[in-house]
């Protein structure tokens, strides 16, 4: 999952981004509200943490922006002011969700958890294609009763795939929404990725039982698990 953090005060943004990149999300930073929007455009965030004492446009503005063009965006606004009208005012124009400065980081990821298993337009507690099972809220794998081993960003690619079996998957789709926005695009990280997470699966390139490549177009998930 990519996240988009927009933010003004550089030591918590940082130490937010530091913190979700170890948990396996891709994180991107925005330092005032018109560089927040201007990423929420380019790039499809699954997640927008945002506060709202920003400078140049704040954060009700970009809220209210980004919700007009990505309907489907999660959105937790982050606020030091404690006035009930300020918290009506960031879910009136389309916050899911909100939380009051100071807090601990470990609400704070129990708030992204709670978000994503709010977001039904295709997620589930549990991923299942085949014998493959994905739990993201613990962040485990199994085939079967085998327990895999994976990194996180093998984690992320195979979720992303989960999400979306039986569908084509582009190389670029995968970037924009495992990889931070400072990735390399000439590096092959993907196809590194790919081959490595394949051959935890056990699977043939040849012969696929999970990941089938696309020549030409990118990844798809066998939505059986290589039995349609």
Request: contains cysteine.
């Amino acid at each position: 999952m990519r996240i988009l953090i927009v933010e003004d005060e550089p030591d918590l943004a940082n130490a937010l981004a530091r913190g979700l990149r170890q948990q396996g999300y891709a994180v991107d930073i925005a330092e005032n509200g018109e560089q927040g929007w201007e990423l929420g455009e380019i790039y499809d965030y699954d997640l927008l943490i945002l506060d709202l004492n920003l400078p140049d446009m704040d954060g009700l503005e970009v809220c209210r922006r980004l919700r007009a063009s990505r309907p489907s965006l999660l959105i937790l606004m982050l606020t030091a002011r404690d006035r009930v009208t300020d918290k009506i005012a960031g879910l009136d124009l389309g916050a899911d969700d909100y939380l009051t400065k100071p807090f601990h980081f470990a609400e704070l990821l129990a708030r992204i958890r709670a978000l994503l298993r709010r977001d039904l337009r295709v997620r589930e507690p549990i991923l299942q294609v085949g014998e493959l099972k994905l739990d993201p809220a613990t962040r485990t794998v199994w085939i079967g009763r085998q327990r895999l081993d994976l990194t996180r960003k093998e984690f992320s690619i195979l979720e992303y795939l989960m999400r979306h079996a039986g569908e084509v998957v582009s190389q670029e789709e995968l970037i924009e929404h495992v990889w931070n926005e400072d990735v390399d695009l000439f590096t092959g990280s993907v196809r590194v990725h790919i081959r490595s997470l394949r051959r935890k699966l056990n699977d043939d390139v040849e012969h696929p039982r999970y990941i089938e490549t696309i020549v030409g177009a990118g990844y798809r998930l066998l939505p059986s698990g290589g039995t349609e």
